[in-house]
């Protein structure tokens, strides 16, 4: 039975393994400013679980071998847990770095226990609804394991409790792949002013943006659920979110591009990850909120009584009002009322969205493009009837109320709010990169995978 510590720097790490294992190691505090190497031990109470602590990541230099390390502990056999540690803080901001720590290890999320340090700083007072809190949010990432750690904690009571943890998990092998650890890992160290700067943009927009992303997604959870414009409301949300997007990479190519021409060649390669980086986390955060806002469409609006699907060639059919009797698949009415459009303005400043909304009315009658429709019209004969049709469909007589609904997969793709456009923009600056950096990642691999045997030959056993 085995745990892993991971960490930024200074988070906690050794004082808790000196603390389950009854050990001395050196802390930030105690004058080394990190761990930099792997040791494990067993722990001095309970089951006699294995803790192998590990470097922090995100250190000021030395990063490879820091993530070498990392890399180091988890390919220790099968291991039971992955401990993330988090010093306490803001709610907020625990979520954040959480998040940041997750993304290389999203495929086993269901190993992962987080354990928020110096949880002495929380008062008292407010401790349970806390931690309830913090319990709450993690779970929106599949995280149910967590623990909360201060000074007045004993050996004994932190030991019992990664013990009921361990007993039950399975043990696991973890392997990260290249793609995983060089995307969301940082291993190049930036010391020159230049690099400085533009690492400090990035986090700056990497932080904006994460910001915006739990501002939208506390602003979802008020929203009225029976307002029928509710999905226009989310269209303007998931074209502004896309906006947003390119306007922050925008931002920070302009900045970054004052420093480039002082950049070597092999300089400018890293200063190329270091783009791809910000864009790979900003895409992935405008995923996630797309992807809210599709699953809250899916359990909350009820859809399934206006999009449905011919049973006899499978085409989708969406209507706005109950559809009763028999009609055809393919039947496309022209609608002849007046229409009415709605119109939203969009505002986020200092961390708040506000939406205002407005209906216009069309004073002309909407022709549903049917200069573009009359020239794929057919007639269909439904009993006596002749009405006019789209070439879309298989002609055949249906029934609203006896025709399939949707599956959740199908649903999706109909309503999602995914932008296919940005998406392949995404897959192609992911390729152009890599073909840019390919040499430079294939040196990194090599010198990472000689540092992980190092750490491997230089790791303390402790008995």
């Not at 930036?190 to 533009?198: T, V």
Request: hydrophobic share 35%; glycine share 4%.
């Amino acid at each position: 039975m085995s745990i892993v510590l991971l960490g930024y720097v200074g988070v906690g790490k050794t004082s808790l393994y000196n603390k389950i294992t009854q050990s001395q190691e050196k802390t930030s505090a105690g004058g080394n400013q990190t761990t930099l190497e792997v040791f494990k031990k067993k722990s001095s109470y309970g089951a006699g679980f294995l803790v192998i602590d590990t470097p922090g990541l995100e250190p000021e230099q030395n990063k490879l071998d820091h993530v070498a390390g990392v890399l180091c502990a988890l390919s220790e056999g099968p291991i039971n847990r992955i401990a993330i540690l988090i010093k306490f803080a803001r709610t907020i901001t625990i979520i954040e770095q959480v998040n940041r720590m997750l993304i290389p290890f999203m495929n086993y999320r269901h190993m992962i226990t987080v354990i928020v340090t110096v949880w002495d700083y929380c008062e008292k007072k407010v401790q349970e609804e806390t931690a309830t809190d913090i319990q709450s949010r993690l779970a929106e990432y599949q995280i149910n394991s967590v623990m909360f750690v201060g000074k007045n904690d004993t050996s004994v009571s932190i030991c019992q409790q990664i013990d009921q943890i361990i007993d039950k998990s399975k043990a696991e092998n973890v392997n990260l792949t290249n793609t995983e650890i060089f995307q969301n890992f940082e291993i190049v160290d930036y010391n020159d002013f230049e690099f400085i700067e533009i690492w400090n943009e990035q986090m700056y927009f990497k932080g904006y943006y994460r910001k915006l992303y739990y501002t939208i997604k506390n602003f979802i959870q008020y929203l009225d659920w029976q307002n029928e414009i509710l999905i226009d409301c989310f269209y303007v949300i998931a074209q502004f979110v896309k906006q947003s997007l390119e306007i922050t990479i925008k931002k920070f190519e302009s900045s970054a591009l004052r420093c480039w021409d002082y950049l070597d060649e092999n300089d400018q390669l890293k200063a190329s990850q270091i783009h791809f980086q910000l864009k790979n986390d900003l895409f992935q955060t405008y995923k996630e909120i797309i992807d809210i806002l599709d699953s809250k469409v899916y359990k909350e609006y009820q859809h399934a009584q206006y999009i449905k699907k011919c049973k006899y060639c499978g085409q989708f059919w969406f209507s706005l009002d109950s559809c009763n009797g028999e009609s055809v698949c393919g039947r496309v009415d022209l609608m002849e009322q007046e229409e009415t459009i709605e119109e939203f303005t969009i505002t986020y400043m200092q961390e708040k969205l506000k939406i205002e909304h407005k209906t216009v009315y069309l004073r002309e009658k909407q022709k549903l493009y049917q200069q573009n429709l009359s020239q794929g019209v057919e007639k269909m004969v439904l009993g006596n009837q002749t009405i006019k049709g789209s070439r879309v469909g298989c002609g055949r007589v249906i029934e609203w109320e006896k025709m399939d609904t949707l599956t959740e997969k199908e649903l999706r793709e109909v309503v999602s709010f995914l932008d296919i456009e940005l998406c392949n923009q995404m897959i192609e600056f992911e390729r152009q990169t890599k073909q840019k950096t390919l040499s430079q990642q294939i040196k990194y691999e090599k010198e990472l995978q000689q540092k992980i045997t190092e750490q491997k030959s230089k790791m303390r056993i402790m008995a």
